[in-house]
Nanobody, 123 residues
Framework: QVQLVESGGGWVQAGGSLRLSCAAS???????MGWFRQAPGKEREFVAA????????NYANSVKGRFTISRDNAKNIVYVQMNNLKSEDTAVYYC?????????????????WGQGTQVTVSS
């Protein structure tokens, strides 16, 4: 079992950048890791995911080309670099983990979740 803690959220102007981090209490080297987000009044949606070996990544179309997911298995940390942020990126961002080898965009496939970090993009 792992515990996940997100950090790095905050307020940024449109066009700016943020890097979110997700620190795990246990080893995540065999977990597929994902980022999801939830805006007020909307359902949680997939952002990005990365396989345990870093060989495979998956991105939502809305963030493709702007966000980059990465991981450091030695430090048990997962990152998402967010560039060219838009007002529609405003949401609470959640880190998630699954032992499934699939780099899934389905939140139901993830077993462990962090508490979330708020990202606010001002236009």
């Amino acid at each position: 079992q792992v515990q996940l803690v997100e950090s790095g959220g905050g307020w940024v102007q449109a066009g700016g950048s943020l890097r979110l981090s997700c620190a795990a209490s246990g080893t995540i080297s065999r977990y597929t890791m994902g980022w999801f987000r939830q805006a007020p009044g909307k359902e949680r949606e997939f952002v990005a995911a990365i396989s345990w070996s870093r060989g495979s990544t998956n991105y939502a179309n809305s963030v493709k080309g702007r966000f980059t997911i990465s991981r450091d298995n030695a430090k048990n940390i997962v990152y998402v670099q967010m560039n060219n942020l838009k007002s529609e990126d405003t949401a609470v961002y959640y880190c998630a983990a699954t032992l499934s080898y699939l780099v899934s965009s389905n939140s139901g496939n993830y077993n462990y979740w962090g508490q979330g970090t708020q990202v606010t993009v001002s236009s």
